[in-house]
């Protein structure tokens, strides 16, 4: 029976990821835990728990006894920027924290990088499993870190760790954390609530993205692979689609045709934006461990409007008790 310990389990993937592996691998099975109080990590075990504590992570590890680690504690790509310095600390010494518990007491870790790790003198469509990788912030320079971290940690003290290059996430359960493709979750809220929206990036800006299922399965599917068929194991390429401002805004406003977008362009989210691959060529998470996607924009869109929905009256509806 697997045991699972979580770190960052409040954010944007955590908070349906541990609800997907409690389903999986049984609710007493996976600790959550996150510096933050839980929300929807709540339901099952979890602990209060930052992970630039080494001490603190090493007690916790064990007591629960997990066999493998998520660590999906981090701080993203626009947040990450306007403050460099604790960015790095954050992402990177909890990264070395985690590695060196995992080689310690022979544990599986996920290790999610993104789209982040690519740069303008990336080939951007599509953009290869293997090529160059010079980004130009510092949440792609944690990543193209991380990702290295990673692999010396599998070449030198053989730790099982694994990852996946995440485009953007989408997400009806978690407000957006910071990230540059938030746009595609805040438009859905303000469609919803408002019937308009201003977007920080031009019309235009084409990004590969990814619904949280997929997101989610994808993470669990990874892990679960036979080691023996991954030839890359750390930091696979995965995509669902590709989307622009405009187009996500026209797809929208089939289901809300009142639904109007306007664009104040955000200089630095813009200029993150265009540093990134416009399509990730996913062939290899494919060929080695069978991903394929389960939702495209349209399937994504009324899912996420019907979902999203439901949470905002039920929500509305708690306040007016």
Request: aromatic share 8%.
């Amino acid at each position: 029976m697997k045991r699972i310990l979580v770190t960052g389990a409040t954010g944007q993937v955590g908070t349906e990821l541990v609800v997907a592996l409690r389903e999986r691998f049984g609710t007493g099975q996976v600790l959550a835990t996150d510096i933050r109080p839980p929300s929807a990590a709540a339901g099952g075990p979890f602990r209060t728990l930052d992970v630039l504590d080494a001490a603190a992570l090493a007690e916790l590890i064990d007591e629960h006894r997990p066999d493998t680690i998520y660590h999906l504690a981090a701080i993203l790509s626009a947040n990450a920027e306007r403050n460099p310095q604790l960015a790095w600390q954050v992402n990177m010494q909890t990264l070395v924290h985690v590695l060196e518990a995992a080689r310690e007491r022979g544990l599986a870790v996920f290790v999610p990088s993104s789209i982040a790790a690519f740069g303008p003198n990336t080939p951007a469509d599509p953009t290869p499993q293997d090529t160059i990788q010079r980004p130009t912030s510092m949440y792609g320079v944690t990543k193209v870190a991380g990702e290295l971290l990673c692999d010396y940690y599998a070449q030198r003290y053989d730790v099982d760790v694994r990852g996946l290059r995440f485009p953007g996430l989408i997400s009806y359960t978690a407000p957006p954390g910071g990230g540059t493709t938030d746009y595609a979750v805040e438009i859905f809220h303000h469609a919803l609530l408002h019937g308009r929206y201003t977007c920080f990036l031009r019309p235009d800006t084409q990004l590969d993205m990814m619904y949280m299922p997929d997101a989610v399965r994808a993470a669990i599917e990874v892990m679960l692979a036979d080691r023996a068929s991954l030839r890359h194991r750390n930091a696979f390429n995965v995509t669902a689609m590709q989307l622009t401002p405009a187009s996500l805004a026209s797809a929208i406003a089939k289901h809300i045709p009142s639904f109007e977008i306007e664009y104040d362009v955000d200089p630095v989210r813009q200029a993150i934006a265009d540093s990134w691959p416009r399509r990730l060529d996913d062939s290899a998470a494919r060929e080695e461990w069978g991903w394929k996607h389960e939702y495209d924009m349209q399937r994504m869109v009324e899912d996420m409007i019907v979902r999203l929905r439901e949470r905002l009256d039920t929500h509305a509806a708690s306040l007016n008790e």
